[in-house]
């Protein structure tokens, strides 16, 4: 199993960032995939989860309205966008598979907003 996710991403306040998360060694749409995040100094903080085999969401409260989760099954990659970008939203961002045996994650994407 592997999640690979897409590289560092620097942007202006009110910009927007879309990260991807590249999955293989499962069955895409058999698992939701979460997105997670983490600001310095902070615990981790879900975002929500995607069903991949219909694109069925799920937001945390926090993000609605700001966030977009979508899943290119012919690709099996999985995608979250951030728009109105703010200095608070500079953080790692992750995303991660519960199999039932074991949680997989991606490496991480580094989001640093900043003018």
């Known amino acids: 199993v592997q999640l690979v996710q897409s590289g560092a991403e620097l942007r202006n306040p009110g910009a927007s960032v879309k990260v991807s998360c590249k999955a293989s060694?499962?069955?895409?749409?058999?698992?939701?995939i979460d997105w997670v995040r983490q600001a310095p100094g902070q615990g981790l903080e879900w975002m929500g989860r995607i069903d991949p085999v219909d694109g069925h969401t799920k937001y945390a409260q926090k993000f609605q309205g700001r966030v977009t989760f979508t899943a290119d099954t012919s690709t099996t990659t999985a995608y979250v966008e951030l728009s109105s970008l703010r200095s608070e939203d500079t953080a790692v961002y992750y995303c991660?598979?519960?199999?039932?045996?074991?949680?997989?994650w991606g490496q991480g994407t580094q989001v640093t907003v900043s003018s």
């Open positions: 991660n598979v519960d199999l039932g045996s074991e949680v997989w």
């Open positions: 060694g499962y069955t895409f749409t058999s698992y939701y």
